[in-house]
């Protein structure tokens, strides 16, 4: 669904955020993890057309994003911001997740029950007159979130979804990854939870230096300790604790390591 | 993000020199001719401070301002010429217009005056950095809360462009055409509006937060992180231009 | 000694009509290392605020109680005053920039220079953070050029270069790489050590559990209890006031495995470890 190759950036000369990059990326659900500044955000602004590539291209959904506008972009491809307040700016809460949708061109009606579905599955649904600025931080991520998901694009991508939330929340994020994935949407995740990583996403990019580090099945990944470590992540907690005990393959949730150690115990 | 002052980053004595240095002699080039009320002494004033913004290497950033200012005095010059009550001696005759000696001797030193402050200004403009000047000032026992409002006011441009740019990029992520003609542009310019001046006003709540654990309103004596700029000349320099100054205050009265 | 002690603490916000924080009652000793955990609008971020003062002085509202901070009553001093004593990180990396200042390093220098810190001793505390934090190669860059992990890395950097007695984080570590965080933890459990007291609010449990001395949960502007990870964690009722446990804990209840001689579950992955070394898996 998107294809980037030779894929080179910098915000000033002489300081190369981005380069050389080569991804395929298709309908698995894809996490992106990396130490802070490696060039994730940079990254998926680029796959958005908000940033425009020194050297390479970029394909979605077969539009040259070089040669399309975001605006033209949005029907396809959806980026929740990491800070959402660069991303907010319409007065309700309601206003701002029907903005996408209108803009698309979507019929009025149309636009009002797919906002209203979002809302109600980032469950916002009694805030619908507030203001987004007086919301609480976790509550304007999830109505970043709701606002994307309204456009009902092929491509979403998430930066950073969970900060502030709590188990609840998280497990909010989780039940709307899955909808997504359901109706066979792409579902990119920029994240420092290596827990909701496990839980979540079938493939992982690790980003080190402005380059791809590694690149493969979430459970590979996170059985290449070393790699993880140069790029300042690591596995999730449970892979730690089946690795400690001497479990040669690779946990990546709390029900697997239950599973196995039932298993066991049964022989 | 950039400041929206002029500064102009470069190496020279005229950037060695501090702010007060540079206030004293917009002052003394402010004050000098009209004590003098002489036509010689505001040509010289001015051929210093151009010479003093050629020393600096940023006579080239002078260009814009200059040309603005040109036009502005021209339309003085002419209006001045032709129509000043005063008129009397016509100096030449274009059709049914007739220039006159008086109206264009006036219009003339107004646009040495101004000339005379502009580049003088120009001088602490472009060879300081605002964030120096208010520091000095603050120095000198001006509330740092006007310091910081001071300074923020030198920000409020690029910020302004700055979140309109976030915003647009929020609204362009989201479907709505900002680029291309620039009918697209200008449909596209008049509903950020709204919201870059609310997040401002939001901005500034939060940042009143973030100001306040920071200490910004303790009453301990403030510290800098970076040396009072000064000049060993500094003091010969202000010296002089006060003792001219008085000098011609003096000859004004007396002589 | 009592560094921090609330006294029957209530508090409204102007034009709601619900308390944020509910008759709270507890004491913090000298260098001890408190958690404040919650679901999301449980009161955690309020009761920081309280400690900084920002509670009732800046945002007004209706408040009853009493803190005090080393003896002396919250509501009785000035912000400007409390912030000689304690600091705070807030919850939103973004909105911490005080933007009058144009590079990270001028930026962390801006509290500093508003406390009076000489020259020399600005300039050793500020390389000092910069290293802490891991930020010297942006230090040169624009506060608002940065990457959220880096400005939040500059947020905690510029706080913990004032040196407060008393460290009050909210969530610091939500968009900091796994190692950042871990780091940022391991520096404020230094900081425990060198006798400045922390107060942490985070949802992330497992750091949590390895490093706090005791954990203060809320629920609804609440303190349901304030005490060891341990204790807190075992606790049956976690999930009803919106609190999942740590991983290690989790797994461990899971398999109704406890640590030995002890009615409490395991909390950290070292615990969890040697409980669980031993059996077949
Ligand atoms: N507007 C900008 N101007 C200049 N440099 C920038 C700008 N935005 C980001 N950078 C720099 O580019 C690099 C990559 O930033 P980016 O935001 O892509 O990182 P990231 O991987 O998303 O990090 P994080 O996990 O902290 O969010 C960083 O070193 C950052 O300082
Ligand atoms: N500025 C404010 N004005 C009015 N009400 C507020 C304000 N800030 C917070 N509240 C309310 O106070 C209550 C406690 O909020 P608080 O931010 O302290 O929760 P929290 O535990 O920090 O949540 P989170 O995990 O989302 O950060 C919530 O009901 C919230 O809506
Ligand atoms: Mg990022
Ligand atoms: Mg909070």
């Given at each position: 669904?998107?294809?980037?190759?030779?894929?080179?950036?910098?915000?000033?000369?002489?300081?190369?955020?981005?380069?050389?990059?080569?991804?395929?990326?298709?309908?698995?659900?894809?996490?992106?993890?990396?130490?802070?500044?490696?060039?994730?955000?940079?990254?998926?602004?680029?796959?958005?057309?908000?940033?425009?590539?020194?050297?390479?291209?970029?394909?979605?959904?077969?539009?040259?994003?070089?040669?399309?506008?975001?605006?033209?972009?949005?029907?396809?491809?959806?980026?929740?911001?990491?800070?959402?307040?660069?991303?907010?700016?319409?007065?309700?809460?309601?206003?701002?997740?029907?903005?996408?949708?209108?803009?698309?061109?979507?019929?009025?009606?149309?636009?009002?029950?797919?906002?209203?579905?979002?809302?109600?599955?980032?469950?916002?649904?009694?805030?619908?007159?507030?203001?987004?600025?007086?919301?609480?931080?976790?509550?304007?991520?999830?109505?970043?979130?709701?606002?994307?998901?309204?456009?009902?694009?092929?491509?979403?991508?998430?930066?950073?979804?969970?900060?502030?939330?709590?188990?609840?929340?998280?497990?909010?994020?989780?039940?709307?990854?899955?909808?997504?994935?359901?109706?066979?949407?792409?579902?990119?995740?920029?994240?420092?939870?290596?827990?909701?990583?496990?839980?979540?996403?079938?493939?992982?990019?690790?980003?080190?230096?402005?380059?791809?580090?590694?690149?493969?099945?979430?459970?590979?990944?996170?059985?290449?300790?070393?790699?993880?470590?140069?790029?300042?992540?690591?596995?999730?907690?449970?892979?730690?604790?089946?690795?400690?005990?001497?479990?040669?393959?690779?946990?990546?949730?709390?029900?697997?390591?239950?599973?196995?150690?039932?298993?066991?115990?049964?022989? | 993000?950039?400041?929206?002052?002029?500064?102009?980053?470069?190496?020279?004595?005229?950037?060695?020199?501090?702010?007060?240095?540079?206030?004293?002699?917009?002052?003394?080039?402010?004050?000098?001719?009209?004590?003098?009320?002489?036509?010689?002494?505001?040509?010289?004033?001015?051929?210093?401070?151009?010479?003093?913004?050629?020393?600096?290497?940023?006579?080239?950033?002078?260009?814009?301002?200059?040309?603005?200012?040109?036009?502005?005095?021209?339309?003085?010059?002419?209006?001045?010429?032709?129509?000043?009550?005063?008129?009397?001696?016509?100096?030449?005759?274009?059709?049914?217009?007739?220039?006159?000696?008086?109206?264009?001797?006036?219009?003339?030193?107004?646009?040495?005056?101004?000339?005379?402050?502009?580049?003088?200004?120009?001088?602490?403009?472009?060879?300081?950095?605002?964030?120096?000047?208010?520091?000095?000032?603050?120095?000198?026992?001006?509330?740092?809360?006007?310091?910081?409002?001071?300074?923020?006011?030198?920000?409020?441009?690029?910020?302004?462009?700055?979140?309109?740019?976030?915003?647009?990029?929020?609204?362009?992520?989201?479907?709505?055409?900002?680029?291309?003609?620039?009918?697209?542009?200008?449909?596209?310019?008049?509903?950020?509006?709204?919201?870059?001046?609310?997040?401002?006003?939001?901005?500034?709540?939060?940042?009143?937060?973030?100001?306040?654990?920071?200490?910004?309103?303790?009453?301990?004596?403030?510290?800098?992180?970076?040396?009072?700029?000064?000049?060993?000349?500094?003091?010969?320099?202000?010296?002089?231009?006060?003792?001219?100054?008085?000098?011609?205050?003096?000859?004004?009265?007396?002589? | 000694?009592?560094?921090?002690?609330?006294?029957?603490?209530?508090?409204?916000?102007?034009?709601?009509?619900?308390?944020?924080?509910?008759?709270?009652?507890?004491?913090?000793?000298?260098?001890?290392?408190?958690?404040?955990?919650?679901?999301n609008s449980a009161g955690k971020s309020t009761l920081c605020q309280a400690l900084v003062g920002l509670v009732p002085h800046f945002?007004?509202?209706?408040?009853?109680?009493?803190?005090?901070?080393?003896?002396?009553?919250v509501k009785n001093q000035t912000i400007a005053d409390i912030s000689l004593k304690v600091g705070m990180v807030f919850q939103n990396p973004f909105t911490q920039v005080t933007g009058s200042k144009m590079?990270?390093?001028?930026?962390?220098?801006?509290?500093?220079?508003?406390?009076?810190?000489?020259?020399?001793?600005?300039?050793?505390?500020?390389?000092?953070?910069?290293?802490?934090?891991?930020?010297?190669?942006?230090?040169?860059?624009?506060?608002?050029?940065?990457?959220?992990?880096?400005?939040?890395?500059?947020?905690?950097?510029?706080?913990?270069?004032?040196?407060?007695?008393?460290?009050?984080?909210?969530?610091?570590?939500?968009?900091?790489?796994?190692?950042?965080?871990?780091?940022?933890?391991?520096?404020?459990?230094?900081?425990?050590?060198?006798?400045?007291?922390?107060?942490?609010?985070?949802?992330?449990?497992?750091?949590?559990?390895?490093?706090?001395?005791?954990?203060?949960?809320?629920?609804?502007?609440?303190?349901?209890?304030?005490?060891?990870?341990?204790?807190?964690?075992?606790?049956?009722?976690?999930?009803?006031?919106?609190?999942?446990?740590?991983?290690?804990?989790?797994?461990?209840?899971?398999?109704?495995?406890?640590?030995?001689?002890?009615?409490?579950?395991?909390?950290?992955?070292?615990?969890?470890?040697?409980?669980?070394?031993?059996?077949?898996?």
């Amino acid at each position: 669904m998107i294809k980037v190759s030779d894929l080179s950036f910098s915000y000033r000369k002489g300081t190369p955020v981005l380069s050389g990059i080569n991804l395929e990326l298709d309908q698995r659900s894809t996490a992106i993890i990396g130490q802070n500044g490696a060039g994730k955000t940079t990254f998926v602004k680029l796959l958005k057309g908000l940033l425009k590539a020194d050297e390479g291209d970029i394909f979605v959904n077969n539009h040259h994003v070089k040669e399309t506008t975001a605006a033209e972009l949005a029907k396809t491809i959806g980026l929740v911001f990491q800070n959402p307040n660069d991303q907010m700016f319409k007065r309700t809460v309601l206003d701002e997740v029907m903005f996408g949708p209108l803009n698309i061109k979507m019929d009025k009606q149309q636009a009002k029950e797919n906002a209203l579905m979002a809302i109600r599955m980032v469950d916002l649904q009694g805030k619908l007159d507030i203001n987004p600025h007086d919301l609480s931080l976790s509550e304007k991520k999830l109505l970043c979130i709701a606002a994307i998901v309204a456009m009902d694009p092929d491509i979403i991508i998430l930066d950073e979804p969970t900060i502030a939330q709590d188990h609840a929340g998280k497990e909010k994020i989780k039940q709307i990854i899955k909808a997504l994935k359901d109706k066979n949407k792409l579902v990119m995740t920029i994240i420092h939870d290596m827990d909701f990583v496990a839980e979540n996403f079938e493939r992982t990019i690790v980003f080190n230096e402005g380059k791809v580090l590694l690149d493969g099945d979430t459970r590979q990944v996170f059985s290449q300790k070393d790699m993880l470590k140069k790029a300042h992540v690591e596995p999730p907690g449970i892979t730690q604790l089946a690795e400690m005990l001497g479990i040669q393959e690779t946990i990546l949730t709390v029900e697997e390591f239950i599973h196995r150690n039932k298993e066991a115990a049964r022989d | 993000m950039k400041s929206i002052s002029l500064y102009v980053d470069k190496e020279s004595f005229i950037h060695d020199f501090d702010p007060i240095t540079k206030l004293l002699y917009i002052l003394f080039a402010l004050f000098l001719p009209l004590i003098l009320l002489s036509f010689t002494v505001s040509f010289i004033s001015v051929g210093v401070s151009i010479v003093l913004l050629m020393a600096a290497g940023v006579i080239r950033k002078t260009i814009p301002v200059f040309s603005f200012v040109f036009l502005v005095l021209i339309t003085v010059v002419i209006i001045q010429g032709l129509f000043r009550p005063e008129n009397e001696t016509i100096l030449f005759q274009i059709g049914p217009l007739a220039m006159y000696k008086e109206g264009l001797l006036y219009a003339l030193t107004i646009t040495l005056r101004v000339m005379n402050i502009v580049s003088a200004f120009l001088i602490l403009v472009l060879t300081t950095k605002p964030s120096d000047l208010v520091e000095t000032l603050v120095r000198k026992g001006m509330s740092p809360r006007i310091g910081y409002v001071i300074v923020s006011v030198f920000q409020i441009i690029p910020e302004m462009m700055a979140s309109m740019s976030t915003i647009t990029d929020a609204q362009r992520a989201r479907g709505m055409e900002t680029e291309g003609k620039l009918s697209v542009r200008m449909k596209a310019f008049l509903p950020l509006l709204g919201p870059v001046i609310l997040g401002a006003l939001i901005n500034t709540k939060e940042r009143a937060l973030a100001l306040e654990v920071r200490g910004f309103n303790s009453h301990v004596p403030k510290t800098y992180l970076y040396e009072e700029k000064t000049h060993a000349l500094s003091k010969w320099v202000q010296a002089i231009l006060l003792l001219l100054l008085v000098g011609a205050g003096v000859w004004r009265i007396f002589g | 000694m009592n560094k921090i002690v609330v006294e029957g603490l209530k508090y409204k916000y102007p034009l709601s009509d619900t308390l944020a924080l509910d008759d709270l009652s507890f004491q913090v000793k000298e260098g001890e290392f408190i958690g404040i955990i919650g679901k999301n609008s449980a009161g955690k971020s309020t009761l920081c605020q309280a400690l900084v003062g920002l509670v009732p002085h800046f945002y007004k509202g209706a408040y009853g109680g009493k803190v005090f901070i080393d003896g002396l009553e919250v509501k009785n001093q000035t912000i400007a005053d409390i912030s000689l004593k304690v600091g705070m990180v807030f919850q939103n990396p973004f909105t911490q920039v005080t933007g009058s200042k144009m590079t990270v390093y001028e930026e962390i220098a801006f509290g500093l220079e508003n406390i009076g810190i000489p020259r020399s001793e600005m300039i050793a505390r500020i390389d000092y953070v910069l290293d802490l934090l891991k930020i010297e190669q942006v230090k040169d860059q624009n506060p608002f050029d940065l990457s959220g992990g880096q400005m939040q890395r500059m947020a905690i950097a510029s706080i913990i270069a004032m040196k407060p007695d008393i460290l009050v984080l909210d969530e610091p570590t939500s968009q900091l790489d796994p190692a950042g965080s871990e780091e940022v933890f391991q520096a404020i459990q230094s900081l425990s050590k060198q006798g400045i007291t922390i107060i942490l609010a985070e949802h992330k449990m497992e750091k949590v559990a390895l490093y706090c001395h005791r954990v203060l949960l809320l629920d609804d502007g609440k303190m349901v209890d304030i005490n060891t990870p341990g204790k807190i964690f075992s606790r049956g009722d976690l999930e009803q006031h919106g609190v999942a446990a740590p991983v290690y804990t989790r797994v461990c209840k899971e398999l109704g495995v406890r640590k030995a001689g002890t009615s409490e579950f395991p909390v950290t992955l070292a615990e969890a470890e040697s409980v669980l070394r031993g059996r077949k898996i």
